[in-house]
T-cell receptor, first 118, second 111 residues
Framework: GAGVSQTPSNKVTEKGKYVELRCDPISGHTALYWYRQSLGQGPEFLIY????????DSGLPNDRFFAVRPEGSVSTLKIQRTERGDSAVYLC????????????????FGPGTRLTVL | KQEVTQIPAALSVPEGENLVLNCSFT??????LQWFRQDPGKGLTSLLLIQSSQREQTSGRLNASLDKSSGRSTLYIAASQPGDSATYLC??????????FGTGTSLTVIP
């Protein structure tokens, strides 16, 4: 497809379980971003990949959260020992180039994964 | 840390009115500012992107301006339509390579 895709669209899990959320960026986009959005709030930055490496992971809330992008395309956000407070919509975005290089730094967002931790 | 504020939080207007949404940010060291639209339960749709060296961008009935020195951006919507009803978010890319969102303005256009 032409846009950013995310799977699953919805994920319900129990407290303490492990989850993986997948993001397929737009083909050819070198930068990829993960955000978390709670109800009534703007998205909150989690991590930014440039190629295969995490250029900035300072938004990850704690060490239960981890993300990879092994081949510089698809990315997986991994959450261990989920807690009820992790419930949110997880958004992924990609851009053609890095944040500091306009105009290729325009971000395009996927539809999100709604995570519910019971 | 960059803080992004959007005013008003909610706005209701009759169809056909022109309207302005406001976004302010605390740190003027930015690469760009981007306006998005979010429909309920959906992802974000990019509306306009303004690089730090630019003053405004236009797309159809939308016009966004940027005054970096004062930390402000406005999104002007002309001749509003019911289909414009959504939440509008602005976000800035700081030179620290992070992307900060405001909390959004919820717009309702009444037919």
């Amino acid at each position: 497809g032409a846009g950013v895709s995310q799977t699953p669209s919805n994920k319900v899990t129990e407290k303490g379980k492990y989850v993986e959320l997948r993001c397929d960026p737009i083909s050819g986009h070198t930068a990829l971003y993960w955000y978390r959005q709670s109800l009534g709030q703007g998205p909150e930055f989690l991590i930014y990949f440039q190629g295969t490496g995490a250029a900035d992971d300072s938004g990850l809330p704690n060490d239960r959260f981890f993300a990879v992008r092994p081949e510089g395309s698809v990315s997986t956000l991994k959450i261990q020992r989920t807690e009820r407070g992790d419930s949110a919509v997880y958004l992924c975005a990609s851009s053609l180039g890095p944040l500091n290089r306009g105009p290729s730094n325009e971000q395009f967002f996927g539809p999100g994964t709604r995570l519910t931790v019971l | 840390k960059q803080e992004v504020t959007q005013i008003p939080a909610a706005l209701s207007v009759p169809e056909g009115e022109n309207l302005v949404l406001n976004c302010s940010f605390t740190d003027s060291a930015i690469y760009n500012l981007q306006w998005f639209r979010q429909d309920p339960g959906k992802g974000l749709t990019s509306l306009l992107l303004i690089q730090s060296s630019q003053r405004e961008q236009t797309s159809g009935r939308l016009n966004a301006s940027l005054d970096k020195s004062s930390g402000r951006s406005t999104l002007y919507i002309a001749a509003s339509q019911p289909g414009d009803s959504a939440t509008y978010l602005c976000a800035v890319t700081s030179t620290g390579n992070q992307f900060y969102f405001g909390t959004g303005t919820s717009l309702t256009v009444i037919p």
